[in-house]
């Protein structure tokens, strides 16, 4: 196992390398290179949630809902998680990718059904390509089954980790309220489709490319779960494909990146689209992104809400456990942008 993690792991090729080109197992064919003279600068609806639970409520709640019909991804501010917390958080992540190899590769797994695993690129299982990533994966709710898993280097590692998940659930859950609300169902109604519900996140670490066109981070997708809070560095990466061009969407700080995933598009019959992202690298900077996946629980039964469904507008898509959607999305891997369309209520598959 060590062999096989040093050889895959990107980081530390890169550090004992000392690289000048990209590998090519990591070079995307010529048609599906990022095109990165090609990118828009553009921004995403900025929502100030300090009114979420006030007289202006129902404002609030109106701006998430025309957020996920019309863009899929928003920024908010005033959201509860304090600044330290968020300051913890991104440091921990930076010293734990700074650790040494031996050290790091104490977690390392290329098993995706593992809960705790440092991997790299995607799924080496299924992919053609490599992407230019590696990633440190953690189930995080409920905490008290996963904590002892985590890594104990850095000593501060599960003190701050867990403070952070405890904070985002609780964005996530108030998020999804609203986001419930804005479809005219009651306030809980999708909290309730989720079973136990589930919270996992990913520490990734992007490394300085020395060839950055040639490459992604990650390549354009959907997400697979319910909503995604992702936390970010000041190192520009991230970048949404709207009507047909990629659009790059800074970081401003102390505000979280929400989207949509496609478990949102399925609860609201296609009345708010999980929109497909990706991660592009530079060759000077590092870059970490923390993102959030807030999911069901694997038991639990998703489909339209019913409310949702009528004579004009059909279910698109039939019920489903969530772990049958988790693992076809992992077999499947990234290559084809997402999976909704073998869910359909037309497919039988």
Known sequence: MAATSKRLLLSDLIS???????????????????????????????????DLYG???????????????????????NHGVPESTIANMMEIAREFFRLPEEERLKTYSDDPTKTTRLSTSFNIHTEKVANWRD????HCYPLEDYMHEWPTNPA????????????????????????????????????????????????????PCPQPDLTYGLPGHTDLNLITILLQDEVPGLQVLRNGHWVAVDSVPNTFIINIGDQIQVL??????????????????????IPTFYCPSRDAVIGPAPELV???QH???RHFTYGEYYDKFWNRGLATE?????FTASSST
């Open 268 to 289: 609201s019959n296609n009345k708010y689209k999980s929109v497909i992202h990706r991660a592009v690298v530079n060759c000077q900077k590092e870059r970490i992104s």
């Open 16 to 50: 004992s390398d000392k690289i000048d080109q990209v590998p090519s197992h990591y070079i995307r064919p010529l048609s599906q290179r990022p095109n990165l003279q090609d990118v828009l600068h553009d921004s995403i609806p900025l929502i100030d949630l300090q």
């Open 310 to 312: 009528c004579d004009d």
């Open 135 to 138: 990633f440190l994966r953690l």
């Open 338 to 342: 997402n999976c909704l369309d073998i």
């Open 55 to 77: 007289p202006n409520r129902s404002h609030v709640v109106h701006q998430i809902g025309r957020a996920c019909r019309d863009n899929g991804f928003f920024q908010v501010k």
């Open 315 to 317: 279910a698109v898509y």
């Open 156 to 207: 501060s590692f599960g003190d701050h980790v867990a403070e952070y998940c405890r904070s985002a659930r609780g964005l996530a859950l108030r998020l999804i309220e609203a986001i419930s609300e804005s479809l005219g169902l009651d306030r809980d109604y999708i909290s309730r489709q989720l079973g136990n519900h589930g919270q996992h996140m990913a520490l990734n670490y992007y490394p």
